[in-house]
């Protein structure tokens, strides 16, 4: 799947979180600086718990690079390879949890297999054995409201900023590697989807 150009803008105050649900909803998502993040503030994302839920939460995926802006989709489980010029240290990748009866709980986690260069003081370059990184999975657990309305929708997000840090040796560059990650939704009524998303570089 190729990037699609996108210009992500940063809006703050309540015009910012008003437009939250109607932009996951057109498949877009800014750059947030938190890790977890609970999605629809307002009523349109929000549905009076029923009493049964015959069908389980649906998941998909959106990738934005944050230095170039250029962002991906992916509905379910499936493959992203990064376009040259995009980085594994400048993604943000957000798992997108949606059940019209309600969204109970959402977890994301994963791993990663990364390949880093050591460039010697003549300048030649060899590439060290292939390391593997383990993403902590996060979980969020959601509730009823005190009106009895459950979230239709919900997301975690996940920035990989420390990548080169985390796993290549002190001096050395991270090449190229490929990240697992796995995101799981439940509704209220133990229906449960998960799905994998692998992105390489």
């Known amino acids: 799947m190729k990037y699609v150009e996108s210009k992500v803008s940063h809006s703050s105050g309540e015009r910012f979180r008003a437009k939250l649900c109607s932009g996951l909803k057109r498949g877009w998502l800014p750059a947030f600086s938190i890790t977890i993040l609970v999605c629809c503030l307002g009523s349109s994302c929000k549905t009076v718990k029923p009493t049964s839920d015959a069908t389980p939460p649906t998941i998909r995926w959106a990738i934005l690079d944050r230095e170039s802006g250029r962002r991906a989709e992916q509905d379910g489980s499936g493959m992203i390879t ?3 010029g995009d980085h594994l ?14 969204v109970h709980k959402i977890s994301f986690g994963g791993q ?5 260069d ?6 030649r370059v060899e590439r060290l054995p292939v390391r593997k990184l383990f993403f902590k999975s996060d979980e969020q657990t959601l509730s009823p409201d005190s009106g009895g309305k459950v979230l239709t929708q919900t997301i975690l997000v996940k920035k990989f900023s ?10 050395d560059t991270l090449a190229r590697g490929t990240l697992t990650l796995t995101g799981t939704a439940e509704n209220y009524f133990k229906g449960i989807t998960s799905a994998t998303l692998k992105v390489t570089k």
Do not use: S
């Open 162 to 171: 420390n990548l080169r840090k985390d796993g290549c040796p002190a001096g």
């Open 112 to 116: 990663g297999d990364i390949d880093c």
């Open 82 to 84: 990064l376009e040259v």
């Open 118 to 123: 050591h460039v010697f003081p003549d300048l």
């Open 89 to 102: 240290e400048d993604l943000e990748i957000t798992c997108i949890a949606e059940d019209p009866q309600g």
